[in-house]
C-alpha cells in the first residue's frame, strides 16, 4: 500500500515557539494532502486541504495565519504551528490522497507545548 | 444532526464472536465510503472501502444502505488482535473525508 510519512513523530516546546511537520509521500505523488487535528477521545478533524502548487483550503474556526500550511512539491506537504500554546498540544496527523478516493495517513504527529 | 455518526461503545465481545458496527451518515449526496481502523495513539488505518453491492474482505464485511443512509462493518470469528478503534468515513465533497468519531471494540480472551 502507498506509505505517508510525517516528521517528527513527537515534539515538545514552549509555549510560543512555532512548530514545523512535515508529511512526505513515499511511493507515489499526491497532488492533494489534508491535514488534521485529533484530541484525546475525539475524531479527527480536518483543518485543511492541501493542493499542490496553490494556497491550502483551510476548514471553517481553523486560523490560516496560525497553522501555515505549504504543498511545494507533490511528495510534500508541511504545516507550521505558529506561536504555539497549551491549547494547541494535540495529534496532528496528515493524510495523501491516492487512488479511488482513498486516503493514506502518516503515522501522525504527538505535539505538547508547555 | 451530526454529519457521521457513530456508537462510540466500547463493544465487549470474546473471541470468536461476531459482532458489527453501524454508522450512519446525513449527506445523502454523498459518494464514498471507509472503514478505518485506529489503534491507541496510532494513526488510522484503511481497513476496506464500502462498495454499492457490500463487500468482503476475510472475516470482514462491509455493506452500504443508502436508502436509510448508514454503512455497517461486520466482523466475524473476533481475535484479540481486533480490538481497536474502528472509525468509518464519508466522503462528503470533492476528496473531503468526514470521520465519525469511531466505535471501541473490545476483545476478551
Known amino acids: 500500500g502507498a506509505v505517508v510519512s510525517q516528521h517528527p513523530s513527537w515534539v515538545i516546546c514552549k509555549s510560543g515557539t512555532s512548530v514545523k511537520i512535515e508529511c512526505r509521500s513515499l511511493?507515489?505523488?499526491?497532488?492533494?494532502m489534508f491535514w488534521y487535528r485529533q484530541f484525546p477521545k475525539q475524531s479527527l478533524m480536518l483543518m485543511a486541504t492541501?493542493?499542490?502548487?496553490?494556497?491550502?483550503?483551510?476548514e471553517q474556526g481553523v486560523e490560516k495565519d496560525k497553522f501555515l500550511i505549504n504543498h511545494a512539491s507533490l511528495t510534500l506537504s508541511t504545516l507550521t504551528v505558529t506561536s504555539a500554546h497549551p491549547e494547541d498540544s494535540s495529534f496532528y496527523i496528515c493524510s495523501a490522497r491516492g487512488l479511488v478516493d482513498t486516503q493514506y495517513f502518516g503515522p501522525g504527529t504527538r505535539l505538547t507545548v508547555l | 444532526r451530526k454529519e457521521v455518526e457513530q456508537d462510540p461503545g466500547p463493544f465487549n465481545v470474546p473471541e470468536g464472536a461476531t459482532v458489527a458496527f453501524n454508522c450512519t451518515y446525513s449527506n445523502s449526496a454523498s459518494q464514498s465510503f471507509f472503514w478505518y481502523r485506529q489503534d491507541c495513539r496510532k494513526e488510522p488505518k484503511l481497513l476496506m472501502s464500502v462498495y454499492s453491492s457490500g463487500n468482503e474482505d476475510g472475516r470482514f464485511t462491509a455493506q452500504l444502505n443508502r436508502a436509510s443512509q448508514y454503512i455497517s462493518l461486520l466482523i466475524r470469528d473476533s481475535k484479540l488482535s481486533d480490538s481497536a478503534t474502528y472509525l468509518c468515513a464519508v466522503n462528503t465533497g470533492y476528496s473531503t473525508l468526514t470521520f465519525g468519531k469511531g466505535t471501541m471494540l473490545l476483545v476478551s480472551p
Open positions: 492541501s493542493n499542490e502548487g496553490s494556497k491550502a483550503t483551510y
Open positions: 511511493d507515489f505523488q499526491a497532488t492533494t
